[in-house]
């Protein structure tokens, strides 16, 4: 159950590793726009279910913090982002975005009935290194005049990790709710992109097809997947393997001819990739001592 409950959790890191890609292929959309048409399609799917089995809508009725955490962790996410992106360059907003992964691995250890490891933590640190060397890959300068953007993408990490930690204190709850924390994102990106951006449409089929594809999987179904994979899975490995989302991310991009292989980006894989099985080590060989 927890070893089917974990892979479920890895496959939204595959979906997000398309993240990228599909945002590329969708045209000049600015981002609270294609985050506001994404997050509504993603709602779709769950919509559709309570139609056609509306008992399911009591998922719905939930305390406040529950969806004070839903929403907080994706739009607050997307918003933190978004904000660290226009107030940094992307490269060292990237890099310090992508410390949620450790900051869940490390966080795992306040959680009833979980053990940080060594192999946890080195784990993490293995594919802290490796996102490190794709995302600086041609340097990384830390300017204090970009402080608002660097603080905003600290915080956003650290949402994400958050949310992703306070949703196992969740673990009683259907992931069927996540359908309302999509709509709720919808809707506040949708007040933000009319607040603040000009509004502009997909001008291909191709495009279109990009959005709509964002909206089924990396920031529709992915949200659901990982859901289930921190309440039910092993958290301290999904923490660990989040860093394989930045390496299939490039490697997709180089797929199709977006960029090219490096001999970086060839020590990233090594990096994310051992350091992914060495967190995982539990799972994949078994634990000889329970207790230790």
Not at 63 to 80: D, E
Not at 194 to 201: C, I, K, P, R
Not at 234 to 261: R, V
């Amino acid at each position: 159950m927890k070893t089917r409950a974990t892979l479920i959790g890895f496959s939204a890191i595959l979906m997000w590793s398309v993240l990228a890609l599909m945002t590329a292929a969708s045209g000049t959309m600015p981002p609270f726009q294609l985050s506001a048409i994404a997050f509504a399609i993603g709602s779709l799917p769950g919509i559709a279910l309570f139609i056609v089995r509306p008992e399911r809508l009591k998922a719905l009725r939930q305390p406040p913090k529950v969806w004070i955490t839903g929403i907080a962790g994706l739009f607050g996410y997307h918003f933190l982002y978004f904000t660290a992106l226009r107030n940094a360059p992307a490269v060292e907003a990237g890099l310090i975005a992508y410390l949620w992964p450790l900051f869940i691995v490390v966080g795992s250890a306040l959680l009833p009935g979980e053990r940080l490891r060594w192999y946890h933590l080195a784990g993490a640190l293995a594919g802290l290194g490796g996102t490190a060397l794709i995302v600086g890959a041609k340097g990384v300068a830390f300017d204090p005049a970009y402080t608002i953007g660097y603080l905003a993408a600290f915080l956003c990490a650290f949402t994400w990790a958050g949310y992703s930690l306070i949703s196992r204190h969740f673990d009683a709850v259907s992931t069927d709710v996540v359908t309302g924390f999509c709509l709720a994102t919808a809707i506040l990106s949708l007040v933000c992109h009319l607040g603040l951006e000009a509004t502009v449409w997909p001008e291909t089929s191709g495009q279109w097809a990009a959005v709509v594809g964002l909206g089924l999987l990396p920031v529709g179904l992915a949200f659901y997947a990982w859901d289930y994979g921190v309440k039910n899975g092993d958290i301290q490995i999904l923490g660990a393997a989040s860093y394989a989302a930045p390496l299939l991310s490039t490697l997709n991009l180089i797929i199709f001819g977006f960029g090219e292989f490096t001999t970086m980006i060839g020590l990233s894989c090594v990096l994310i990739t051992g350091g992914a099985v060495l967190a995982a080590r539990d799972m994949l060989f078994g634990r000889k001592n329970a207790s230790t």
